[in-house]
């Protein structure tokens, strides 16, 4: 299947400031990705559905402003968590979708960013 | 719209056991059903697909599920649960397109030596 990597894997910063975590594709062209959001023990939350080259759409309740999201390539996403809280700490992944696969796309997932704000 | 519902938040199993992780769906669409299973601290992995072919779908690891829309349902099976199997299992539920998964809470699988 389909590869797709997050960098870094692991991230501690402090309050206050930004962090850029990265969502490639490694082997196909991912014309959608979607960054999700999971607290401990619960699901996934989707965040924002980026399209290549156009703005990300957010869902409700998202700060877009927080949360900056570009996907300026077909192979790569970053979302940027800008002045970083405590309460923003959460695994974050990313995932892209490449080419159809009967009628859909199908959604091939990264390994996650764990970010820890202190 | 689109939402799933999974019953059972936490399972346990003994080793050699059947395993059946429920999951019922609501959508306003023929939906596209999903299972994926996480490991701690991990991304998630592509179990099965349902994609309107065949109702009995099988999977990776030896699980299947089978799509029943009479019951909304798209049950998770395994015949025999092995120790690798311990981890968390989501459903998750598309329009079709591109269009966003809707996920499940999740179901966290311990199986008992």
């Known amino acids: 299947g389909a590869v797709v990597s997050q960098h870094p894997s692991w991230v501690i910063c402090k309050s206050g400031t930004s962090v850029k975590i990265e969502c490639r594709s490694l082997?196909?062209?991912?014309?959608?990705m979607f960054w999700y959001r999971q607290f401990p023990k619960q699901s996934l939350m989707l965040m924002a559905t980026s399209n290549e080259g156009s703005k990300a759409t957010y869902e409700q309740g998202v700060e877009k402003d927080k949360f900056l999201i570009n996907h300026a390539s077909l192979t790569l996403s970053t979302l940027t968590v800008t002045s970083a809280h405590p309460e923003d700490s959460s695994f974050y992944i990313c995932?892209?979708?490449?080419?159809?696969?009967?009628?859909?796309?199908?959604?091939?997932f990264g390994p996650g960013t764990r970010l820890t704000v202190t | 719209a689109q939402s799933v519902t999974q019953l059972g938040s936490h399972v346990s199993v003994s080793e050699g056991a059947l395993v059946l992780l429920r999951c019922n769906y609501s959508?306003?669409?023929?939906?596209?059903l999903f299972w994926y299973v996480q490991y701690p601290n991990q991304g998630l992995q592509l179990l099965l697909k349902?994609?309107?072919?065949?109702?009995l779908v099988k999977g990776i690891n030896g699980f299947e599920a089978e799509f029943k829309k009479s019951e909304t349902s798209f049950h998770l099976t395994k015949p025999s649960a092995h120790m690798s199997d311990a981890a968390e299992y989501f459903c998750?539920?598309?329009?079709?397109?591109?269009?966003?998964?809707?996920f499940g809470t999740g179901t966290r699988l311990t199986i008992i030596p």
């Open positions: 959508s306003s669409v023929p939906p596209y």
């Open positions: 995932s892209g979708a490449g080419a159809f696969v009967g009628t859909f796309y199908e959604q091939y």
């Open positions: 998750a539920v598309s329009g079709g397109g591109n269009e966003k998964l809707t």
């Open positions: 082997d196909f062209q991912a014309t959608t």
């Open positions: 349902y994609t309107s072919a065949a109702t």
